[in-house]
């Protein structure tokens, strides 16, 4: 078996370290954050709430999630905040950058560039519709991870990914099969959404090695403990469960930092015990 790749394997030490499968998502909203921190300027603020945050579950996760979007949205300030919470991140923590990037390959040079180097995520979320050669420059870099979107957690998925093909097959299915072809670096895996656990179960029949990246266990409503069983591989592991508003806004008050660990520290303790 090709050795995984160094984000992979990074990660598995973090699922062993802490006993967990879970993803925190950093995508902190300015109008939710707590009243004292409200009192700061939007971006000084996301990085206050995040620090918080980080310090009560580092020891809980097995990674953390940004998307891009939340930072972008606060203007150049908020990509300064993306790297200074990205610094607050213990090391032996691996990040991934939430960005479904998906463009021309020339384009997705840069993209990588930005993700890989500049921002030093250990891994990013792409999009796999302009084919291999668009995801290239990301699934080249083999000591980098790349998720590629195949069936996601949103309503209106199953518009695009459950389109039948000519041979029967739902889109998703094939996308899963084509990374699964492209994975010569070890270091590609899947997004799927908890809100298809019977289609994940399928995804993970066609690729019983590909790591998994599982959204839509809180407000979209996934089922938590069937997707987690359709989800793991043959290790129990596999996978990571996302969770964000579910855990970062589990109190508006000054306790938030406190409740955010007691909401993540039962996230993992749900996950632990189903698989």
């Not at 998502?25 to 995040?50: I, K, M, Q, S, Y």
């Not at 519709?129 to 870099?141: H, K, N």
Request: overall charge neutral.
């Amino acid at each position: 078996m090709a050795t995984a790749s160094a984000f992979f394997t990074r990660l598995d030490a973090a699922v062993a370290r802490n006993e967990s499968l879970l993803c925190i998502g950093l995508d902190p909203d300015p109008e939710r954050l707590p009243a004292r921190l409200r009192t700061l300027p939007p971006a000084e603020a996301v990085v206050a709430f995040n620090r918080e945050i980080i310090a009560a579950t580092a020891d809980l996760v097995a990674c953390y999630k940004p998307n891009l979007a939340f930072y972008e949205a606060l203007g150049p300030e908020g990509l300064v905040a993306l790297k200074q919470t990205l610094a607050l991140v213990p090391p032996e923590v691996p990040t991934i950058g939430d960005a479904k990037r998906g463009d021309i390959a020339n384009t997705m040079r840069a993209y990588a560039r930005a993700l890989f180097d500049v921002y030093d995520f250990g891994a990013v979320t792409a999009n796999p519709y302009l084919g291999r050669d668009a995801l290239e420059p990301l699934l080249s870099r083999a000591d980098r991870g790349v998720y590629v979107l195949c069936l996601t957690s949103n309503p209106g998925a199953a518009e695009v990914a459950e389109v039948r093909l000519d041979d029967g097959r739902p889109l998703f299915l094939a996308v899963a099969e084509r990374v699964r072809a492209w994975n010569t670096n070890q270091n590609a895996g899947l997004v799927v959404g908890a809100t298809h656990p019977e289609q994940l179960a399928q995804v993970r029949r066609a690729c019983p090695e590909l790591p998994i990246l599982l959204p839509g266990t809180g407000t979209q409503g996934g089922d938590l403990e069937r997707s987690v069983q359709a989800g793991i591989d043959g290790r129990r592991a596999g996978l990571l469960v996302v969770a964000a508003r579910q855990v970062l806004y589990a109190s508006g008050g000054d306790d938030f930092a406190q409740q955010a660990r007691r909401a993540a520290q039962q996230l993992r303790d749900r996950i632990n015990r189903a698989r």
